[in-house]
């Protein structure tokens, strides 16, 4: 992704925003949640089992370590889970001597470390797994995502993000008066990323670069938050959906902010039916990563102040999102007319 910027005078899971207020406000959670990377959260010395252990071997591993389940290890790859659930199984049925690939479940749903945590938190809690296996890209288990290491990775994040916060005031002070700096009847920054097509690797790096270029110019942090996850649904849509990637502007002005996400194919059949939440057409294998839940452009909805998508099938799609900064404008002071 290639970032450029001049100065002139728009499965994932429904779990993962949760139930937003009418007002469209995100929470630090909320978004910490769409910029915070798997392997940022997983613990990964992680305890594992060999296939022909006995399940005795896994309950007493599973009390030393107070755990309650633990990826299944042949060589370096993993051939299933066991849990807890397994051993009272195997003890009820007096077979605590079996061995474990007889008990364990093999059908593991695991997420990928480069993944962002808004693609896999759905999948786990009391509705979900309660634990999820972390691998590379070459399949290697490389870590364990739990809600405790969830839990405790993010306020540790918080914690980080917090203190890097108070290190950049002083740029975030010189950014924020640009505008009093320049001389026009209508000032504006432009920001424009370029997004390619299934490279989900670098996916999110615009929404990362352009949350820390709100923050620079002292945007309101509540509106910072619900951009972030707005042009992250974006930026996935370009990764996932499109033949060529795309790119993405970003048009700030004092007054309000226009996100417009842009590219050459292939074209939305039918609008009404990509704004439903859950309808996606992602192929299975996009969905087999974790991406394509069809919440998407939904999220974006909620996020935003008004959004609208022109398409052409066969041709391109171009997304504007708009945020409204209202009573609190970039650098302060009134909205409208000319900077002295």
């Known amino acids: ?17 949760g139930d937003m207020a009418e007002d469209h406000e995100i929470t630090k959670v909320q978004e910490l949640i769409y910029t915070t990377r798997v392997e940022s959260v997983m613990a990964p010395d992680v305890i594992v089992i060999s296939p022909s252990a006995t399940m005795a071997e896994a309950r007493a591993l599973m009390r030393e370590k107070h755990i309650s389940g633990m990826p299944v290890v042949e060589g ?59 691998i590379d ?61 299934k490279d989900f690797s670098n996916a999110g790096k615009a929404s990362s670069g352009i949350k820390k270029s709100l923050q620079r110019l002292r945007v309101l942090p509540s509106i910072v938050r619900r951009v972030a ?40 059949e039918n609008i009404s039916e990509v704004l439903k939440p859950g309808y996606s057409t992602a192929p299975q294998w996009i969905r087999d990563m974790g991406f394509g839940a069809g919440m998407g452009l939904a999220n974006i909805k909620r996020c935003s102040d008004s959004m609208r998508i022109l398409s052409e099938l066969g041709g391109g799609t171009r997304l504007d999102i708009i945020f409204l900064f209202r009573d609190h404008p970039v650098g302060g002071g009134p909205v409208g007319g000319k900077r002295a």
Do not use: C
């Open 229 to 268: 996850v707005a042009v992250y649904e974006a930026e996935m849509n370009l990764v996932i959906h499109t033949d060529v990637g795309g790119e993405i502007t970003v048009d700030i002005r004092r007054d309000r902010l226009l996100i417009s996400a842009v590219d050459h194919g292939p074209g939305i």
């Open 137 to 197: 890209r070459e399949g290697r288990l490389v870590g364990i995502l739990t809600t405790g290491t969830l839990i405790q990775s993010l306020l540790r994040e918080m914690d980080i993000r917090y203190k890097k916060k108070e290190e950049e005031k002083l740029q975030s002070y010189r950014a924020s008066h640009i505008y009093d700096d320049i001389v026009s009847d209508d000032t504006s920054l432009v920001l424009r990323y370029i997004v390619d097509d």
């Open 76 to 134: 370096d790859r993993m051939v299933g889970i066991v849990s807890m659930s397994d051993v009272m199984e195997s003890l009820e049925k007096g077979s605590l001597g079996r061995p474990v690939f007889e008990m364990m479940t093999r059908d593991v749903k695991t997420a990928f470390s480069d993944s962002y945590v808004a693609e896999v938190i759905g999948r786990l809690g009391p509705r979900g797994f309660g634990r999820i296996p972390v």
């Open 1 to 17: 992704m290639r970032p450029a910027l001049k100065v002139s005078a728009l499965s994932r899971s429904k779990t993962a925003l």
